[in-house]
């Protein structure tokens, strides 16, 4: 589903990403962590290309991205659903409108965009809370309206960049949870993430960057003693 094969990004004199090879499989929940300024943002960025490689080549399913025009980006955000810590959600829309809004201007039919919102905000538990704008909603809630948005389009892939930043231990869990179902239902995910109580209680498979570079990639919490907080 995704491989990077010796990418590298660079910020000034600063390697955000230094010569990173690795494959995620289809289908497959994976961790990314690291401290601040490890890399993960800019992994994630790339992937979804807000930024593109100085060197290397990512290749998302068929496509390589790294080599992607500008005006096919649109294209290639379609095919995956992207999860943000601040939420990004529109401040003057329901969450109904918000889960719909990319289904709208891709010029759906009513019935499919009733259809489709409706089932992924029953998906996150939000069925009832649809017409509610998101300063009616709490921080976990709005992250929720996020989720439903990124997988309304039923992408193959999702990509969450520090999807519980902003939101307290026991909903940060409930959100781990959430997309762990999504991944059981054969999406692929990706998340970044600092919360070594997560990455513990899930034991999902963690890669971990230091300096820009890979130091560990295994399906264990082991990684080495290696502290990201």
Not at 62 to 74: A, E, G, Q, R
Not at 156 to 179: K, M, Q, R, Y
């Amino acid at each position: 589903m995704i491989k990077l094969n010796q990418v590298t990004k660079v910020y000034g004199n600063i390697k955000a990403l230094d010569n990173v090879s690795v494959e995620i499989n289809a289908g497959e929940m994976a961790l990314v962590v690291g401290a601040s300024g490890a890399g993960k943002s800019t992994l994630m960025k790339l992937l979804y290309q807000e930024e593109k490689p100085d060197s290397g080549q990512i290749i998302i399913g068929n496509i390589d991205v790294s080599s992607l025009s500008h005006t096919k980006v649109p294209y290639l955000r379609r095919r995956m659903g992207i999860i943000f810590q601040d939420f990004k959600l529109l401040p003057n829309k329901s969450a109904f409108e918000n889960v719909a809004y990319a289904l709208r201007g891709l010029g759906a039919e009513e019935y499919e965009i009733q259809k489709r919102v409706s089932g992924a905000l029953k998906l996150v538990g939000l069925i009832d809370r649809a017409f509610n704008l998101p300063s009616e909603l709490s921080g976990g809630e709005q992250q929720r309206v996020g989720i439903a948005r990124a997988i309304v389009q039923g992408p193959p892939l999702v990509i969450a960049d520090e999807p519980t930043g902003n939101l307290d231990p026991s909903t940060s869990f409930d959100i781990f949870s959430l997309l762990e179902k999504i991944a059981q239902r054969g999406t692929t995910i990706l998340i970044s993430t600092h919360n070594q109580d997560l990455v513990k209680r899930f034991g999902k498979r963690v890669i971990t960057l230091d300096k820009g570079r890979i130091i560990a990639d295994t399906g264990s919490v082991n990684i080495s003693g290696f502290s990201y907080q």
